[in-house]
């Protein structure tokens, strides 16, 4: 197949080289330290030090001159490295409050962190703003068996609040994520992370009606209005639990002078003016910070399977994924996919926790695909199982695949699949990681035009040397593919080629640059690519409002559209118009094979 990339590409004597280099303006951004917020002294030292009381609390006060703070600096992905002087350990929401009033008052800039395992550059300082960390505030207040609402503080770690569900009620926390046992519920929440079992908790989001409006509207104020009605009609969209704008049912939230806003309920229903608690789920910090949490849990599923695929191409997944709904429907839990590239890594480096399920190498096949059920009942689960298993190998569907036999093993299926990214972390080279949402019949396409991509820019053997890795897997049920490219190092002669290209392919197949992960550092200046003049303008009227100084999680997630904006748009308009439609072809003729 002729990719679409090998038209247009930076370099070579390719004519559409030069409108690559428009692009590529937008893509490294470049961030100078606001002179209006100031360096940290003895006296604002002497002030946190007061408030969080640290003679008695050693540990809540910690200094750069005297620890290593370079756990709180760096990110998971060892990208991103900041200069906090300083970070801050408080305890309760009182002191919360109390350092950010501080804060506030004297233009101090301050990066929110829970566990520190964003993805995108987000929990860690650009400069030397200051952390406040909220490890400490890590208490499970009460939880309701009736209503399965659970209250706690936003430090909890997710492992620990489900832990604390099944061991002591026989219910399960609705979010599971390969990083569980750092993450804090508070960054979840800020990241409105999706996860591994989000398909069975799914949210149909209300299409905004805000972003569906024409850009130039951005002018006319009193379209607020329109943009109320859209927080409070996006609780009646939940096809059964939801997502995290699904299940959490209440906020605590400290605002950036001190305030406490509490927009806690332990009630499923409550419809009592605009839902102000859904402007923080996925706000990265930038808006107030997290103190406590409700969430609505679910009962303990009794009976759990788990079926581990091997397939000859991506078309089929995308055929089992659609038997497997119709088939297993209200019991699946997950539909995951990886593409052996991705297993090379769990399997190298975390070999002692999981292994290869099948017989033969993880070479053999060029896709796999983990399908989760969870139900009440085992032996109907296995019934429905027996019948999709039975109608993959009649169709051809599938070339070999295993189902779990007991826990040990559907750990082992699962650490495989989780542990695709901490794999790549052990292997101690540099990961660039996108995060994107794409229609399913393209998804894989953009896999395999970056790795055209890459071979041409940086070299043919490159990727069959070994030098870079172009794995992609993901949540095949919720349309999110985890594209990553694996280089020795990180370095701008990597970035440049895959940045911005890889947001003009989301951009081109109206896809999401950011499907779970959220915009952060790296792509906190590229908000543009999927929403509308209008919604940015207001989402920078809510910042206003709520963070006049900006002194939250400054630097990220940018709400504001490039300056060039104009020019950026006529650039896109002539990529489309020479876009190589004949190459796109083969995805749609899948898409007919598939409706046949
Ligand atoms: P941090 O990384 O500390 O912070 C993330 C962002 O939230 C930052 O912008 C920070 O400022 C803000 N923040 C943190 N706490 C608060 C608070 N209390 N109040 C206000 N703002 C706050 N994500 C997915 O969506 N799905 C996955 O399947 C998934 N799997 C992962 C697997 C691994 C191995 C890793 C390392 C990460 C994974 N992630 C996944 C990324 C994901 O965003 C985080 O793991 C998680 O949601 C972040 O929680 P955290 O407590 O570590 O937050
Ligand atoms: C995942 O699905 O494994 C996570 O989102 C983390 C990653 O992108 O590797
Ligand atoms: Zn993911």
């Known amino acids: 197949m002729q990719s679409i990339y090998s038209k247009i590409r930076v370099g070579g004597e390719n004519t559409n080289s030069v409108r690559w280099s428009w692009f590529r303006r937008f893509g490294s951004w470049k961030i100078e330290r606001d002179s209006r917020f100031k360096k940290v002294d003895d006296k604002d030292t002497a002030r946190f030090e007061s408030i969080l009381d640290s003679r008695n609390n050693p540990s809540s006060v910690l200094y750069q001159k005297t620890e290593n703070l370079s756990a709180y600096n760096t990110d998971w992905l060892r990208k991103y490295k900041g200069e906090a002087p300083v970070v801050l350990k408080p305890k309760q929401t009182q002191e919360v409050s109390a350092l950010l009033e501080y804060c506030n008052a004297n233009n101090i800039a301050v990066c929110v962190q829970g566990g520190n395992t964003g993805l995108v550059g987000g929990s860690v300082p650009v400069f030397d703003e200051v952390i406040i960390n909220l490890s400490r505030m890590n208490n499970i ?15 909890v770690i997710l492992e620990n609040a489900d832990k604390y569900l099944r061991e002591k009620y026989t219910f399960i926390y609705p979010l ?4 569980k046992g750092s993450c804090q519920i508070g960054g979840n929440i800020s990241t409105n992370a999706g996860g591994l079992r989000l398909l069975r908790y799914f949210v149909y989001f209300f ?40 299940n959490v049912m209440g906020l605590e939230v400290v605002l950036a002078n001190g305030n406490v806003l509490n927009l806690q309920s332990n009630n499923i229903k409550d419809n009592t003016g605009y839902d102000l608690k859904h402007l923080f789920i996925g706000s990265e910090g930038t808006l107030g910070v997290i103190t406590k949490a409700s969430v609505l849990c679910m009962k303990e599923p009794t009976s759990y399977n788990l079926l581990f695929l091997a397939l000859p191409s991506f078309a089929n997944a995308l055929k089992v994924k659609l038997l497997a709904k119709r088939v297993l429907n209200e019991i699946i839990s997950a539909i995951e996919f990886a593409d052996f590239q991705s297993l090379k890594f769990p399997l190298t480096y975390l070999h002692n926790r999981c292994s290869f399920p099948l017989e033969g190498k993880y070479t053999d096949y060029p896709f796999y695909m983990l399908i989760e059920t969870s139900g009440s009942n085992d032996t109907h689960d296995k019934e429905k199982l027996t019948q999709l298993i039975e109608t993959l190998f009649n169709e ?3 070339s070999a695949g295993t189902i ?15 542990g695709i990214g901490p794999g790549i972390g052990e292997s101690k080279r ?5 995060d994107v949402s794409l229609p399913l019949y393209q998804m894989y396409d953009v896999v395999e035009n970056c790795r055209v991509r890459v071979e041409e820019m940086l070299g043919h053997d490159t990727i069959k040397r070994g030098e870079i890795d172009v794995v992609g897997y993901g949540h095949l049920g919720d349309g999110n593919l985890h594209l990553n490219v694996v280089t020795p190092t990180f370095a701008s002669k990597y970035e440049n080629v895959l940045e911005p ?19 952060g550092r790296m792509k906190g200046n590229m908000i543009h690519y999927n929403k509308s003049a209008l919604a940015v303008n207001l989402m920078k009227n809510f910042k206003q409002l709520l963070d006049p100084k900006g002194i939250l999680n400054p630097y990220k997630l940018k709400v504001s559209y490039p300056k060039n904006m104009l020019w950026h748009c006529f650039c896109l308009l002539l990529l489309k118009s020479n876009f190589n439609e004949q190459a796109v072809k083969p995805s749609q003729q899948k898409l007919t094979a598939f409706s046949r």
């Open 430 to 434: 540099a990961c660039y990681k996108y």
């Open 141 to 155: 207040l009460s939880f309701d068996e009736q209503s399965g609402i659970l209250q706690c503080e936003a430090g």
């Open 176 to 179: 599971d994520l390969g990083a």
């Open 396 to 398: 051809k569907l599938i």
């Open 207 to 246: 299409h905004s009606l805000v972003s569906s409006l024409p850009p130039f509207l951005v002018f006319l104020s009193p379209l607020w209005f329109f943009f109320f009605f859209f927080l409070k009609s996006i609780n009646h969209k939940y096809k059964r639990y939801g997502n995290l704008h699904g």
């Open 501 to 519: 290209w890889i947001y003009d392919q989301c951009s081109y197949y109206r896809g999401s640059i950011s499907a779970e992960h959220g915009l």
């Open 404 to 418: 779990a036999q007991d826990m040990g093993q559907f750990r082992s299926i699962w650490t495989l699949r989780e």
